[in-house]
């Protein structure tokens, strides 16, 4: 049987489409957000593997959860994630949410609604924001906004890879009726130029997607760690723009991420950006300065 390292990619937290415990973060704060990420990474490593079989993929997800929990010792990244959780009294709750959501990529190839892929989010993107809020200290007050931000992460990465998933894996996260209301279906993503109806289909999700990142705007300004409110900053500039960009980009046959310029340029925006909010608090009502 394959086992949970087989199964990795190799990707790492360097190679993903926005930053994951960047400079920006304390060096304090970086072991358990790295541990975190680690522990997720080969979670959906597993859910996306090419050739295993959906009962196994279940099982070597059981496999992390047990360690996880402290019932064995077996998967080195579940005990490298419970080491660091229990020096800083967190719970697992956050990295179960996550295996819930890779199961269901397993499971579930389909959405019915809008309402479904958020169902979908709940567990697979807003976990990730609130451990790393978690790891701070930062006030629950903050999920909201959080959970409207990862979200449009998670909504963002599907409208980007939603060809690439359809070919190799036959998961659809672009809901149903989206491709009803279009007068298009999921067949027309395995073509190497989306036809009309669906870059109509994928533009109207873009713009819903805006909706949530509208949402999250002011959440950097509501995080009281300074550089975590500004790596927060960042990650909202950039999916901004990436937005911008599905809805006047085909994603079958054009390029819609950004390239290290374009992350870099967006990043420095962002980062002025988060340092007016930041400001902004500090000064009394009427003498704030416009966002960057």
């Known amino acids: 049987m394959t086992t949970t390292a087989q199964a990795r990619s190799g990707k790492g937290h360097r190679d993903e489409n926005f930053p994951v415990a960047s ?152 809901p149903l009726d989206a491709f009803a209301e279009a007068g298009t279906g999921v067949e027309a993503l395995g073509a190497a130029q989306a036809v009309p109806a669906l870059r109509d289909c994928t533009r109207r999700l873009a713009r819903r997607t805006g909706s949530l990142l509208r949402e999250s705007s002011p959440f950097s300004s509501q995080i009281d760690d300074m550089r975590l409110a500004l790596e927060v900053a960042v990650i909202q500039r950039l999916a901004e723009r990436l937005v911008g960009l599905l809805g006047r980009r085909d994603p079958l046959s054009e390029r819609v991420h950004l390239g290290k310029a374009g992350v870099a340029s967006f990043g420095l925006l962002g980062l002025i950006s988060g340092a007016f909010r930041r400001v902004g608090r500090l000064l009394p009502t009427g003498h704030k300065p416009q966002d960057a």
């Not at 997800?61 to 005990?79: F, S, Y």
Request: glycine share 4%; proline share 5%; charged share 25%.
């Open 23 to 174: 400079r920006l973060i304390h060096p304090r704060h970086r072991a358990p957000i790295l541990a975190f990420y680690e522990f997720v990474r080969t979670a959906d490593d597993i859910a996306d593997h090419a050739t295993l079989a959906p009962a196994e993929k279940l099982t070597l997800m059981d496999q992390l959860e047990a360690t996880l929990l402290g019932k064995d010792d077996d998967e080195p990244v579940g005990v490298a994630l419970r080491s660091q959780l229990a020096a800083r009294q967190l719970s697992p709750r956050h990295a179960l949410d996550l295996l819930t959501a890779f199961r269901m990529d397993v499971t579930k190839l389909r959405y019915r609604d809008w309402d479904d892929l958020i169902g979908y989010c709940r567990y697979s993107a807003m976990p990730v924001g609130r451990f790393v809020l978690d790891v701070h200290g930062e006030s629950r007050t903050t999920w909201p906004a959080n959970d409207a931000l990862c979200a449009a992460l998670q909504i963002i990465n599907h409208l980007q890879d939603c060809g690439r998933d359809y070919r190799n894996l036959d998961r659809v996260y672009i």
